[in-house]
């Protein structure tokens, strides 16, 4: 049995979290021993320690940053305790230091897609990140390709980045009675077509033009339509404001934090995504193709990986809330194109976005490890 420790260090459930949820649902539990390290306090907590099959540890040092000297020292306190095969980690820098002082062949996984500053990719530079992870990493996932050209430009080899796409479980699909009762929970009624984004309330996920978009609607007289914000985070009070100075009051329902996305997803018609900067392969997204929810998303990082522009929605350019509006009103309105559209989701979600082909990729990672180390 090969023998794994994950390690996090997020305070709140973010990208990094959900995907590792995802791949505790569908490991091969007769191959692999899996244990988790996340921040004290952090609320991982209650969605890991579901699985009975994994152990978990909560360490000092790691929480929301990739890099300490207490982190190195409580890393290396728990390896030596649990003796791991190949540590995982989620770019905590940290743990990947404290294995190479045990000799344990780590990897890292990188979530997020940000262009690099200029400064950082100068030979000098390119030549420090790179002598870095060749000896901190025998490999690097990238979630993206976007992701992956990032990690070159910053100086590291090619040959060691892995591109495996998220892949999520899919919903359950509710009965139109569910549905019914779910809007009634939200005060919806039920001739209103409703438009949703599901995504942490920060600038870069572009709720402010969300909110333009909207606002472009209103102003062409429609009436029909409901607006779901659904997610949590530093954004939420100018969000508030914001809602209020454009008179969206009666327009937009804000839900906070959802620990299942399964309810709102279920009751949109279309889901939105208006990132800016940052995106990689987003969640959320992955888990509305799985029910057939058409999608308009800004051109931003991974999301025209996901979102084929007028196959299984439409792809805008980044801050036109204008288009977006437009693209919204396109496929709320042609039936046609609407039932197209979500077809199309859901066959692209069973090729290339479940769980299970996305674990199934990350243990051949593994693997290979184990085999190079045994031999």
Same mark, same amino acid.
């Given at each position: 049995?090969?023998?794994?420790?994950?390690?996090?260090?997020?305070?709140?459930?973010?990208?990094?979290?959900?995907?590792?949820?995802?791949?505790?649902?569908?490991?091969?539990?007769?191959?692999?021993?899996?244990?988790?390290?996340?921040?004290?306090?952090?609320?991982?907590?209650?969605?890991?320690?579901? @699985?009975? +099959?994994?152990?978990?540890?909560?360490?000092?040092?790691?929480?929301?940053?990739?890099?300490?000297?207490?982190?190195?020292?409580?890393?290396?306190?728990?390896?030596?305790?649990?003796?791991?095969?190949?540590?995982?980690?989620?770019?905590?820098?940290?743990?990947?230091?404290?294995?190479?002082?045990?000799?344990?062949?780590?990897?890292?996984?990188?979530?997020?897609?940000?262009?690099?500053?200029?400064?950082?990719?100068?030979?000098? @530079?390119?030549?420090? +990140?790179?002598?870095? +992870?060749?000896?901190?990493?025998?490999?690097?996932?990238?979630?993206? %390709?976007?992701?992956?050209?990032?990690?070159?430009?910053?100086?590291?080899?090619?040959? *060691?980045?892995?591109?495996?796409?998220?892949?999520?479980?899919?919903?359950?699909?509710?009965?139109?009675?569910?549905?019914?009762?779910?809007?009634?929970?939200? #005060?919806?009624?039920?001739?209103?077509?409703?438009?949703?984004?599901?995504?942490?309330?920060?600038?870069?996920?572009?709720?402010?033009?969300?909110?333009? &978009?909207?606002? &472009?609607?209103?102003?062409?007289?429609?009436?029909?339509?409901?607006?779901?914000?659904?997610?949590?985070?530093?954004?939420?009070?100018?969000?508030?404001?914001?809602?209020?100075?454009?008179?969206?009051?009666?327009?937009?329902?804000?839900?906070?934090?959802?620990?299942?996305? &399964?309810?709102?997803?279920?009751?949109?018609?279309?889901?939105?995504?208006?990132?800016?900067?940052?995106?990689?392969?987003?969640?959320?997204?992955? %888990?509305?193709?799985?029910?057939?929810?058409?999608?308009?998303? &800004?051109?931003?990082?991974?999301?025209?990986?996901?979102? *084929?522009?007028?196959?299984?929605?439409?792809?805008?350019?980044? #801050?036109?809330?204008?288009?977006?509006?437009?693209?919204?009103?396109?496929?709320?309105?042609?039936? %046609?194109?609407?039932?197209?559209?979500?077809?199309?989701?859901?066959?692209?979600?069973? #090729? *290339?976005?479940?769980?299970?082909?996305?674990?199934?990729?990350?243990? *051949?990672?593994?693997?290979?490890?184990?085999?190079?180390?045994?031999?």
């Amino acid at each position: 049995m090969i023998k794994i420790l994950h390690v996090l260090s997020d305070s709140n459930v973010g990208g990094a979290g959900k995907w590792l949820v995802e791949f505790l649902k569908y490991y091969n539990k007769e191959r692999f021993k899996i244990s988790v390290a996340i921040p004290e306090g952090s609320e991982l907590k209650k969605y890991i320690e579901k @699985f009975n +099959n994994v152990d978990l540890y909560q360490i000092k040092g790691i929480r929301d940053k990739s890099f300490s000297f207490s982190g190195i020292v409580n890393s290396l306190r728990l390896m030596k305790k649990i003796n791991p095969d190949i540590v995982h980690t989620s770019s905590v820098l940290s743990s990947r230091l404290a294995a190479i002082f045990l000799n344990i062949k780590s990897i890292y996984t990188k979530h997020c897609v940000y262009e690099p500053k200029k400064i950082f990719t100068k030979k000098i @530079f390119r030549k420090i +990140n790179n002598s870095l +992870n060749t000896k901190t990493c025998e490999k690097i996932i990238a979630v993206a %390709e976007d992701a992956k050209s990032n990690l070159i430009k910053l100086g590291i080899d090619e040959k *060691k980045i892995c591109v495996i796409l998220n892949g999520v479980s899919e919903l359950k699909k509710l009965s139109p009675l569910e549905i019914k009762a779910i809007k009634e929970k939200y #005060k919806i009624k039920p001739n209103k077509k409703i438009v949703g984004i599901i995504a942490r309330l920060s600038q870069s996920k572009g709720h402010m033009l969300f909110l333009e &978009t909207i606002k &472009t609607i209103k102003n062409l007289g429609i009436k029909n339509i409901i607006f779901i914000i659904a997610g949590s985070g530093k954004m939420e009070k100018p969000l508030k404001e914001k809602i209020k100075k454009l008179c969206l009051e009666d327009l937009v329902i804000m839900t906070g934090f959802l620990d299942n996305v &399964t309810e709102i997803m279920n009751i949109i018609d279309v889901q939105v995504n208006c990132s800016i900067e940052g995106e990689a392969t987003s969640l959320s997204l992955l %888990e509305g193709l799985s029910i057939g929810k058409p999608c308009v998303v &800004t051109d931003a990082g991974g999301n025209s990986k996901i979102i *084929k522009n007028e196959v299984n929605g439409f792809v805008v350019p980044i #801050k036109k809330p204008k288009k977006m509006a437009e693209c919204l009103i396109k496929i709320l309105n042609d039936d %046609e194109t609407y039932l197209k559209f979500s077809k199309s989701c859901i066959e692209i979600f069973k #090729k *290339k976005f479940t769980a299970k082909t996305m674990t199934e990729k990350i243990e *051949k990672i593994y693997e290979e490890i184990f085999n190079i180390s045994a031999n």
